[in-house]
T-cell receptor
């Protein structure tokens, strides 16, 4: 089955700096890679996703890159703000309603 | 504003008691997933359904956990009897087979004393 690894497990950055979270996956059949943000006491919320036919996707201050050959994908947050502080999860799936395989999460703290 | 709802939001019970958690998927969604989240294990998939049929429940302890979808608008997760190690946050998520996204509910925080 699929194995998703996520690094780092914790990350602290100064407000305004960039944050990068990296994930690797093992199954070449995976073709959809979402990123979720989970705030304290809430369920994970989808913030951005990328499909295997695309190498990069950007939405305002967040971007995701995918390297299919190396089987890794990354989340980039620029100009970080305190409200970006949360736990971020990556996931991989072969899509079409199949199960997601989640990384172990990264706890991001943005220091004002 | 379509969203996944879960009840109860918090549940405290004593060891040995039955616990039932409920989930209402987003209307029209035909896949439903149950996850358990703990500090040690992260997000674990317990079971998932497609068109109300269970596809995979290998993540569940079969002797005490059961998951069902009595109809398309309700999914249930039962634990009987509950044990302290079941203490966790249980999330339900729903999606579409012809799509990729999963949408999570707010979770049920279960504490078994």
């Amino acid at each position: 089955g699929e194995n998703v690894e996520q690094h780092p497990s914790t990350l602290s950055v100064q407000e305004g700096d960039s944050a990068v979270i990296k994930c690797t996956y093992s199954d070449s059949a995976s073709n959809y890679f979402p990123w979720y943000k989970q705030e304290l006491g809430k369920g994970p919320q989808l913030i951005i996703d990328i499909r295997s036919n695309v190498g990069e996707k950007k939405d305002q201050r967040i971007a995701v890159t995918l390297n299919k050959t190396a089987k890794h994908f990354s989340l980039h947050i620029t100009e970080t703000q305190p409200e970006d502080s949360a736990v971020y999860f990556c996931a991989a799936t072969s899509g079409w309603g199949n199960q997601f395989y989640f990384g172990t999460g990264t706890s991001l703290t943005v220091i004002p | 504003d379509a969203r996944v709802t879960q009840t109860p939001r918090d549940k405290v019970t004593e060891m040995g008691q039955e616990v039932t958690m409920r989930c209402q998927p987003i209307l029209g969604h035909n896949t439903v997933f149950w996850y358990r989240q703990t500090m040690m294990q992260g997000l674990e998939l317990l079971a998932y359904f497609r068109n109300r049929a269970p596809l995979d429940d290998s993540g569940m302890p079969k002797d005490r956990f059961s998951a069902e979808m009595p109809d398309a608008t309700l999914a249930t997760l039962k634990i009987q009897p509950s044990e302290p190690r079941d203490s966790a946050v249980y999330f339900c998520a729903s999606g579409l087979t012809q799509g990729d996204e999963q949408f999570f509910g707010p979770g049920t925080r279960l504490t078994v004393l």
